[in-house]
């Protein structure tokens, strides 16, 4: 079965960088093409972030445009957010996601952004 474990967030104070990492288990992600960051504050929808395709194309909410970082590493199977210049806005559950024969979660990672 195919699993998505995120780690590394946390607490930071405002303009501070965090890096999210999505290790996928039980799969290549070679063979996934998209892959999304989305997240969820408090009493508010879960948004996509960001995506990366297989051939490196990315795309940004314009929320995180100039802030965020998404990228990739096959080698590793191993999908990154680098998070800069945060503000409490951007505190949220992060969620790592792709399709692959069918909708796939990780169990999502808490990144509180506060002085």
């Known amino acids: 079965q195919v699993q998505l474990v995120e780690s590394g967030g946390g607490l930071v104070e405002p303009g501070g960088s965090l890096r999210l990492s999505c290790a996928a288990a039980?799969?290549?992600?070679?063979?996934?093409?998209?892959m999304r960051w989305y997240r969820q504050a408090p009493g508010k929808q879960r948004e996509l972030v960001a995506a990366v395709s297989s051939g490196g194309t990315t795309n940004y909410a314009d929320s995180v445009k100039g802030r965020f970082t998404i990228s990739r590493d096959n080698t590793k199977n191993t999908v990154y957010l680098q998070m800069n210049s945060l503000t409490p806005e951007d505190t949220a559950v992060y969620y790592c996601?792709?399709?692959?024969?069918?909708?796939?979660w990780g169990q999502g990672t808490q990144v509180t952004v506060s002085k």
């Open positions: 996601y792709v399709w692959f024969r069918g909708d796939i």
């Open positions: 039980s799969v290549s992600i070679f063979t996934i093409n998209a």
